[in-house]
């Protein structure tokens, strides 16, 4: 398969949602596979909060898997074979895309918190610019999760002369009071870091507690309850016995503080305010006053897929856009795939999104 | 009602689950009505995490109301001109008995970490010597709610003889390994706030951030998805409208941080970590090792109610602890109130618990 990584480096102001405009931004992004004479072939993939352009193959140099390598690739559900498949990193971000920890063209300076507040819209209309920049007309599909969900959404709405088909996956429309409430939590922890120094910390003392604290909080809503008893239950660590004492006891405090002391080790606090301040405003029920509204004008094919213990982006949400679609008579297949791995069953439950995948895109 | 608030003072150690001792302890207590001739109307109260000794009436100094003052008074569901209730704070506490906040008699210094860890089973042993200290031989009745609940189910197991009745609400014989994670978390926001320092913080400069973002993350697990949809949804701030700038911009992340910052005004973040401990630790399934074990020498009727909508302790475990009472041939009621304001149910649908407790007591 081939696989190549780049930058797309725009010249052009984006004019963002805020009216604010982000100058000389750069999109980091990877291909796998090659773009047809027709050029009728391609499938942009959009990350989740924490994701990156890197969604296929082993990279070299880090050695690591690509976070949806288990269903892109040759002969795989997204079949790089035929399709010419774009994965780009997210304005906003920390990998390799413009994003608040990028360097300021006009001032030189890292952006920290002078970056512009940005919406999913704005993730969008960037990915827009690298289509066209990759000059092609219409995309054959857009496939996100979680947050790529979101991107897959608006692409259809935004640009509806420009999407053939839509796999919007473990996402929804708006998150609800309850996945707002730990999304606000975590920029709380974030923002109350110390180190945080409202945004202007040097790259040797960064909020790492805080930023960990966050990604923790995160991670337990990616899971589900069944998915914890299974894997942790309430077991203690090897030698630990209730130990009586300030130490992990636990495995799952263990595995958390785990995952959360990885996560700071690449990511960066400022990003992460951004990304999950853009999550918690995307709202198509707002933007367009009805959900019917937002997808009146769409002109692709939808794929709406749930996980069935998703309680971070419940069920019900994908239900209800799956059959709003269905009243304006649009083309919508909806599946709530069984599960117990919660919101990350969309990164694990690679058998189950393939059985559903690889039809669609075959349509 | 005749409501006194005192406290005693005991020159005897308590042997601790751990092993360790604590030695001349305080236990900060308040008592409605009045103690009748026999001695059998008594009614012990068991607070949750953070509440105190303060369950009913007006307290003239703060202005404040108990915080079961809907249930508790005269012609309340427990009765006052009937009952002599007693609501003693428990140790590890900060609102008046001993706890890590409070002088070590030996060093003359605050305990801090050095205050021993403490499980709920050493919160009832000191209750129990509150309660000889009152001379009353046996309860009419232990009643809690949540960490409460978990009083009351230890009461009727360590003291079979003391106790008649046993009404355990909104509780669970071990809370699962996701509100696990959820206490973990906060913790974890607690020790990694520098002010924290090892525990040895001092008063002008405690961990205020860290205990306010533990204390949000608490507070969302005991709202429901549904009353949080309800009482905010995803209203913004007035004057707000996304505002594209690094403040808070909806209602519930402004009433989540006032909830945080009101509750670090009057709670000492040591006291957090060790009563978040003992919740964390209380396992009746492992200590037993298993439920019927647990419950096989009780001697008292019991009420166990759960709420329907609570997430943080599921009905399914006080169902679970229904059904193994029952096949013990214990004498057991259970009712799962039906209510959309989830673990806070217990506070909140007074009417609905007065509803149940009311006749549990007269029979």
Redesign the interface.
Known sequence: MLRKRDVFKSNQPLIL??G?TLHNYDICYETYGTLNQEKNNAILICHALTGSAHAAAIDKESKSKGWWDSIIGPNKAIDTNRFFVICSNVIGSCKGSTGPASIDPRTEKIYK?NF??ITITDMVNAQYELIKHLEIPCLYAVIGGSMGGMQALSWSIKFPKHVNRCAAIACTS?I???A???A??GR??I????NWNN?NYNETNPPL??L??AR??GH?TY?S?ES??KK???GLQKKAD?????KT??Q??SY??YQ?DKFVQSFDANSY?YLSKAL??F?LE?EYKTLSNAFKKTNCSFLIASISSDWLY?AENSQKMAKTLMKLNKDVTYCNIESPHGHDGFLIESEKLSNIIKPYLER
């Open positions: 949602s805020s604010n918190t512009p507040i708006q609800s009071p309850q707002l409430s730990f606000t939590v709380y922890s923002t109350s870091d110390p945004g507690k805080g960990a604290t923790m909080i337990i899971l309850q914890m008893s942790f239950g309430r209730y130990g009586y004492k300030f006891d636990f799952i405090e958390l503080e959360g305010l918690s405003y709202d707002k419940p």
